[in-house]
Nanobody, 116 residues
């Protein structure tokens, strides 16, 4: 059974930083692509950042230069370092992993709230 355990969300003031972590079990982590998505109230779930099994990274335009995705294959963990946070970054953040044959698995989500 594939499990994704997220942590690190919380409340932060604008300009602050948070780091999200997601530890994945039940699948061969190093073979999978991993990603972070987010969903704000009343909006669709959007891709924030992705790190492929080959180490290629992708970022949404809205977070380029502020967020960094990284993966530690030895720990089966993916991170999202979020700097210069803005109120519009407020959302539930979801960890995602995709196997080489295309199966997608999701975490339960962690709330990030950026407010004064």
């Amino acid at each position: 059974q594939v499990r994704l355990a997220e942590s690190g969300g919380g409340l932060m003031q604008p300009g602050g930083s948070l780091r999200l972590s997601c530890t994945i079990s039940g699948t061969l982590f190093s073979d999978n692509d991993v990603a972070w998505y987010r969903q704000a109230p009343g909006k669709l779930r959007d891709l924030v950042a992705e790190a492929t099994s080959l180490g290629i990274t992708y970022y949404a335009d809205s977070v380029k230069g502020r967020f960094t995705i990284s993966r530690d294959n030895a720990k089966s963990t993916v991170y999202l370092e979020m700097n210069s946070l803005k109120p519009e970054d407020t959302a539930v953040y979801y960890c995602n992993t995709k196997t080489p044959v295309g199966y997608n698995f999701w975490g339960q989500g962690t709330q990030v709230t950026v407010t004064t």
